[in-house]
T-cell receptor, first 115, second 110 residues
Framework: DAGITQSPRHKVTETGTPVTLRCHQT?????MYWYRQDPGHGLRLIHY???????DKGEVSDGYSVSRSKTEDFLLTLESATSSQTSVYFC??????????????FGSGTRLTVV | GQNIDQPTEMTATEGAIVQINCTYQ??????LFWYQQHAGEAPTFLSY????GLEEKGRFSSFLSRSKGYSYLLLKELQMKDSASYLC???????????FGKGTTLSVSS
């Protein structure tokens, strides 16, 4: 859906460099999430946000940090990229979090390769 | 703790019916979601169950039994375009985010 965009769509970076992925929404949804998806592991939660400057860790947060200074933007930073962080990264937004009748809307994903 | 299990792969033929099972273990429960993901694309929302029973949406139905920690997604009149991964998801313990199973890859053949 046009209400959520991720950038860049593809990126190749070198080990040890910092990388920032951006998620931008035009839906004014409160909740935003970063997941990574790897073969054999499925979607795993990295970090999430429940409002401006309100963030929390997910199950695989080591090596990642996030920031949300505006409702519409949620940034994911790899401070020093490693090969194990090669993955497809999905951002998702939700109006009601995990509450009934609300589902997530996912962005198109960012394919990150760390060489 | 929280654990969501679903089969890795399934195959079926066009026009058939297939049932994709999901079992979950959560300390709290606030619903179970199903998502569809075509290869190379983002997941899209299919259905949500919070009460026991069957929810029907066209060719797709989802069932939930909270006492058994069990759900299934039923796909009828299969079409080639139904070839995709189907993800089962439930809220984490704090109810703040969804935890996903590893997904079931369904291949539909003619």
């Amino acid at each position: 859906d046009a209400g959520i965009t991720q950038s860049p769509r593809h990126k190749v970076t070198e080990t040890g460099t910092p990388v920032t992925l951006r998620c931008h929404q035009t839906e004014n949804h409160r909740y935003m999430y970063w997941y990574r998806q790897d073969p054999g592991h499925g979607l795993r939660l990295i970090h999430y946000s429940y409002g401006v400057k309100d963030t929390d860790k997910g199950e695989v947060s080591d090596g990642y940090s996030v920031s949300r200074s505006k409702t519409e933007d949620f940034l994911l930073t790899l401070e020093s990229a490693t090969s194990s962080q090669t993955s497809v990264y999905f951002c998702a937004i939700s109006e009601g979090g995990t509450d009934a009748n609300y589902g997530y809307t996912f962005g198109s994903g960012t394919r990150l390769t760390v060489v | 703790g929280q654990n969501i299990d679903q089969p890795t792969e399934m195959t079926a033929t066009e026009g058939a019916i297939v049932q994709i099972n999901c079992t979950y273990q959560t300390s709290g429960f606030n619903g179970l979601f199903w998502y569809q993901q075509h290869a190379g694309e983002a997941p899209t929302f299919l259905s949500y169950n919070v009460l026991d029973g069957l929810e029907e949406k066209g060719r797709f139905s989802s069932f939930l039994s909270r006492s058994k920690g069990y759900s299934y997604l039923l796909l009828k009149e299969l079409q080639m375009k139904d070839s995709a991964s189907y993800l089962c998801a439930a809220p984490n313990q704090a109810g703040t985010a969804l935890i996903f199973g590893k997904g079931t890859t369904l291949s539909v053949s003619s």
